[in-house]
Nanobody
């Protein structure tokens, strides 16, 4: 079973940027980023197909976040720009059951441990 390790979270002021990384122990199919704010349900943020040719974003982050992958490094990235306080959450990467970029929690089978992103005003 593939293991995923996220990194890159931290404290940033509103308007700032962070880049999250997710390193997989082996080959992955579709990959996604999810986030869970305190007291809230985990929600889809972005997804990318196995080839990187298809990406998908939640409306709340479209135009601000960019998902990408480097399969030679078994790594998926989430570039987060123009961060605001509503982006504060624990961010998780996940490996999908399919080669596509799914949005549903139940379409992923492996999850990282999460990395905290805190945006201050």
């Amino acid at each position: 079973q593939v293991q995923l390790v996220e990194s890159g979270g931290g404290l940033v002021q509103a308007g700032g940027s962070l880049r999250l990384s997710c390193v997989a122990s082996g080959r992955t199919l579709g990959m996604g980023w999810f986030r869970q704010a305190q007291g809230k349900a985990r929600e889809f943020v972005a997804g990318i197909s196995f080839s990187g040719g298809v990406t998908d974003y939640a409306s709340s982050v479209k135009g601000r976040f960019t998902i990408s992958r480097d399969n030679a490094k078994n790594t998926v990235y989430l570039q987060m720009d123009s961060l605001n306080v509503e982006d504060t959450a624990v961010y998780y990467c996940a490996a999908a059951k399919w080669p596509s970029a799914p949005r549903g929690l139940n379409e992923y089978e492996n999850w990282g441990q999460g990395t905290q992103v805190t945006v201050s005003s």
